[in-house]
């Protein structure tokens, strides 16, 4: 299914979501359960204005979206469903007014549940990784 929806999954996920769109989220790779992404910085993403810092829950929402991006690479159909049940996010570094590059990757895919690993980066430095847990739900036609 990617393959021969590429232009049409690219568009969907960086014009077609509002919140991507708002960040200006840009994809960088999708392969079969692999997503990378990028994401610039701006005055709208900060947490922390003394340093001015992304926000923590900006980054988590990314990491998310990118969970569940690499998931959607699976989707058999466009009326497949996708759900986060759990997100687990470390933050090991503050994130500074610069992009951030978030990539994502299937660890386990099961009938129901979709097992994910993220992790996010400032110049090639990582400054936070996470885990998500999502209801992958296939609708049979």
Do not use: C
């Amino acid at each position: 299914m990617i393959e021969k929806n590429i232009n049409f999954l690219k568009k969907t996920i960086e014009d077609g979501i509002p919140i991507h769109k708002f960040l200006g989220l840009k994809l960088l790779i999708l392969e079969k359960g692999f997503v990378k992404v990028s994401v610039p910085f701006r005055d709208e993403v900060v947490g922390d204005i003394r340093k001015n810092r992304w926000h923590g829950g900006i980054i988590a929402t990314i990491m998310d979206s990118v969970g569940g991006m690499a998931g959607g690479t699976h989707f058999t159909s466009f009326e497949d469903k996708l759900a986060t049940i759990d997100l687990r996010i470390d933050y090991l570094k503050g994130a500074e007014a610069l992009p951030i590059i978030v990539e994502g990757k299937i660890v386990r895919l099961g009938n129901r549940i979709l097992v994910t690993k993220m992790k996010a980066f400032q110049n090639d430095e990582l400054i936070a990784e996470g885990k998500g847990v999502y209801n992958f739900i296939r609708i049979d036609k």
